[in-house]
């Protein structure tokens, strides 16, 4: 094989690494965003995944709102979200009805323990937050905000 053959191919690639860099660290500070929670409802005993808790917290703002809503806010999939409402319903957090509009859509409600449980959990998770804006700096994270809404932004139009 000739150099010549290699000059190209190492080009691009520097080309490319900047942005490819950075939506791996954009993967990779996802999974330790994920698991840093994974360990804090661990720790405080909350007995819930972190999906489940997106789930939840999609209820806290908006109760009665249907399945393929929670599914797009949560960015799962129809499979992965019955599964999670499932374990939300044993655990008595959640409970689905038919919607009298359309009975094809189940709409979903926050049961009484479910209520019980965003009492004890919000405070919980602020003070998460709060730790996290002492660590980074409220300054710093807004700044990370508008960074990633711009990557974001970008990669929808591109």
């Known amino acids: 094989m000739h150099l010549e053959n290699l000059k190209p191919h190492r080009m691009q690639e520097k080309v490319n690494n900047t942005s490819r860099e950075c939506l ?9 965003s994920r698991q840093a929670m994974q360990r804090f409802l661990k720790n405080i005993g909350a007995d819930i995944t972190f ?19 929670l599914a797009e806010r949560t960015a799962k999939d129809k499979a992965c979200l019955t599964n999670l409402m499932l374990n939300l319903e044993r655990k008595g957090y959640v409970c689905r ?20 449980f965003r009492r004890w959990m919000v405070p919980q998770l602020q003070e998460y937050y709060q730790r996290l804006d002492l660590l980074i700096g409220e300054e710093k994270l807004k700044q990370i905000e508008n960074l990633l809404k711009e990557v974001q932004h970008a990669l929808e139009t591109d």
Request: with cysteine; net charge positive; hydrophobic share 35%.
């Open 24 to 32: 791996r660290q954009l993967i990779r500070t996802r999974m330790a």
């Open 97 to 116: 009805r038919e919607d009298t509009r359309d009975r094809r859509n189940k709409l979903v409600f926050l049961t009484e323990e479910g209520e019980r």
């Open 51 to 69: 999906e489940m808790l997106q789930i939840m917290s999609c209820l806290w703002y908006e109760q009665g709102i249907s399945q393929q809503i």
